[in-house]
């Protein structure tokens, strides 16, 4: 699917499932609004669904996408850049946060290459999808071209078809690459008009003196392009990544099928702006997995209008937060399937 054919066939949100499942909810076993967010997510899932009760959104993947960032020249971390390389093997090897994680939430891991810089050894387990060798340094010329920002969105388009051919019914962007937070802040700046210091954040830990030069670096960037929240792929391709560029596609991919989608950090998040600025009717399959400390994410998620499941001061990125959310995505859409009502039950109402 290319974009545009994409684009022209996102739906909004069932109305009447969603309706549905609010009504179900008071006439189910339980004091009403007492489950509290959970029920909000049982509700929008039957709304993507376009049933109520909604089917179980099992089984998921994370999709985890790497690549890495020129803007890494103007000393932005002090992770050398190779990390990214390195991560992504360990990530293949089973020894990263989220592979960890994954398992005990009945996720299935999914590794694609779409612009890391070093040389990625092969592994049965790894998608090479590049496309191209990383960004370029976004301080001094567009991250990349507007023709690669096109291709990374239809390769994430791409693989929501191929998940959900395979059976997937829920997926989790997640990602990987050095100095990746330093274009989500920038994103999340032009997408909403906040400044620069107030969505920059400490990313894989740095300490004052880089997060004030980190600031300076988002802001000459950003006025370097004066992007504009009217041409989102202008925007990506600008001050984004081409992790950013894939999840981009993934959500549209996953709001044309209407699979739903949970969200990570500040990378997935400010990925999601972009998607809602080309697609509105996107953010309905969103679900805010977890509310990441890095600043950017809480002004994205409000942007978005989500409220994140958890908040636990994390900011790893990987797709973690996503997956440690998603049984309580799951776990929602049970409690419209499998509690009784006060007539099935016999109980009285009050």
């Not at 001094?140 to 690669?148: K, T």
Request: glycine share 10%.
């Amino acid at each position: 699917m290319t974009l545009a054919e994409t684009l022209a066939a996102i739906r909004p949100a069932d109305t009447s499932a969603a309706v549905r499942a609010a009504e179900r909810h008071v006439r189910l076993t339980k004091p009403p609004g007492s489950l509290g967010v959970l029920e909000e997510v049982s509700v929008r899932l039957a709304g993507i669904a376009g049933e109520c009760p909604p089917p179980l959104p099992e089984p998921a993947a994370v999709v985890v996408f790497a690549a890495d960032h020129g803007v890494y020249a103007q000393g932005v971390t002090p992770w050398p850049q190779e990390v990214t390389v390195q991560m992504v093997a360990n990530l293949l090897a089973g020894g990263a946060v989220v592979s960890a994680l994954a398992p005990a939430a009945g996720v299935s891991p999914v590794i694609v290459d779409v612009g890391v810089a070093g040389e990625v050894a092969d592994h049965p387990g790894l998608l090479r999808r590049r496309i191209r060798s990383g960004t370029a340094d976004m301080t001094v010329e567009p991250a990349m071209r507007r023709d690669e920002a096109i291709a990374a969105i239809e390769l994430g388009i791409a693989l929501a078809h191929e998940q959900v051919a395979a059976g997937r019914r829920c997926l989790l962007p997640g990602d990987m690459g050095i100095a990746n937070t330093t274009a989500s802040a920038a994103l999340i700046a032009a997408l909403t008009g906040a400044a620069a210091a107030g969505v920059t954040g400490r990313g894989t830990g740095i300490d004052d003196a880089m997060l004030a030069h980190k600031v300076a670096v988002v802001e000459r960037a950003l006025a370097l392009h004066t992007p504009s929240v009217s041409d989102p792929v202008g925007v990506v391709a600008a001050v984004g990544g081409l992790e950013h560029a894939a999840t981009v596609g993934l959500i549209l991919g996953a709001a044309e099928l209407r699979v739903p989608v949970v969200l990570d950090g500040v990378i997935s998040v400010s990925s999601a702006l972009v998607a809602a600025a080309l697609a509105p009717a996107s953010v309905d399959v969103l679900i805010a997995g977890h509310r990441s400390a890095e600043p950017g994410s809480a002004t994205a998620l409000s942007a978005l209008g989500l409220t994140p499941l958890l908040d636990l001061g994390m900011r790893l990125g990987e797709g973690s937060g996503g997956v440690l959310a998603y049984p309580l995505v799951v776990a929602a859409a049970r409690v419209l399937r499998e509690v009784a009502t006060f007539d099935d039950a016999g109980v009285s109402e009050a």
